[in-house]
Each structure stands twice: as C-alpha cells, then as structure tokens.
C-alpha cells in the first residue's frame, strides 16, 4: 500500500469518527489529539456566536478563508461531472492546499489522489478526465501530462459551482443543435 493511500484511510476514517459529534466534541478530540502528536495547536475562527465549525478548524496551515480541505470544498461546490471536479481541484491545489502542497500544475495522480479524498466518483482514466477538463475550456496543458487551472476553470469554481447546482442549467444536445441552426 503507498503511503498516500495510508494517509487517505486515516483522513476518512477520522473524518468518518468526527461527523457524528457537536462542534464543541470535534473540538475538544481534535485539540488532545493534535497535543498527543505534539503537532501544530489548532486554531479557530470564530463565527458570531462564538463558536467554530469543523469546517473552520485548521492545524496552522495559511489558507485562503477559513476553507482547508478538498472534501469541504467539493460539498460547498457540488461538482456535477469529473471535468468540473478537475477544474475544482486544480484550483484547491493552487490557492488552497497546504503550502506544502500547494503548485500551480497537476496530473493524473493528483486526480485519482484528490477525488478518492474528497468521496468523488473515480473515472476509469484520470488522464482522460484531465483531457476532457482541458477540452471544456478548464484548464490548459502545463506539459509532460501537467495540467493548470486557466481562468475559465477559475470562474467556474469560484462563481458558478456552488449549492444545488440549480443556478447552472445544463443545455440539451437538441438545444445546442436547433441554435446552431438556426445561426446559419
């Protein structure tokens, strides 16, 4: 077994022992268990009522907002199909990863690592998912099977993902057809 995947088990495993408590319980595991580690102390952002979601708990790590894991971001986004979910996490490794992990291009086994991570179906062939998020006019070729977020995948993830998807409506085959034409 690679070591990512380990990591992966123990990500989900943690996540799946957390979901089930209060925030004020997630708190109080997090914090001993960070200290038993002797990892970073957790740092909280407080909302209005003085509390602090799991969502917003982070081990020290610079991120933008209060947003630092792939899977948060994938049920605030709700990506409908893998080339979105792509353009999704080209954009979480490029401005919200750990620094750490943080870069600008990425490649088929950030998608079979990033999907896996946050619950997301996993094609057959992540290289060709990259393929098609570049063909939807997401991203752009970095290069020797790297791919990087281009401003179209940008706005996608940062204006128009999000919620239900009902603000995004997808057209029919028959609709592109009738209004290709009746441009001729």
């Given at each position: 077994m690679h070591k990512a995947d380990s990591e992966l088990e123990a990500?989900?495993?943690?996540?799946?022992?957390?979901?089930p408590l209060?925030?004020?319980?997630?708190?109080r595991v997090l914090e001993y268990v960070l200290g038993r580690f002797d990892a970073l102390p957790v740092q909280r952002t407080l909302t209005s009522s003085g509390s602090a979601p799991l969502s917003q708990l982070s081990t020290g790590a610079p991120s933008a907002g209060a947003l630092n894991d792939i899977r948060?971001?994938?049920?605030?986004?709700n990506p409908r199909s893998a080339s979105e979910m792509a353009a999704l996490v080209a954009y979480y490794i490029s401005e919200l990863a750990p620094s750490s992990e943080r870069r600008t291009g990425?490649?088929?086994?950030?998608v079979e690592r990033y999907f896996k991570t946050a619950g997301?179906?996993?094609t057959a062939k992540a290289?060709?998912?990259l393929i098609n998020a570049k063909n939807a006019g997401y991203l752009?070729?970095?290069g020797e099977g790297q791919y990087k977020l281009n401003p179209v995948g940008y706005n996608l993830v940062v204006h128009r993902l999000g919620?239900?998807?009902?603000?995004?409506?997808?057209?029919?085959k028959s609709e592109v057809k009738a209004t290709r034409r009746s441009k001729r």
């Open positions: 990500i989900n495993a943690i996540v799946a022992a957390l979901k209060r925030d004020e319980e997630r708190k948060t971001l994938k049920e605030q986004k990425m490649n088929k086994e950030d997301f179906k996993l290289g060709q998912t752009d070729s970095a919620g239900d998807g009902s603000g995004r409506k997808r057209r029919r």
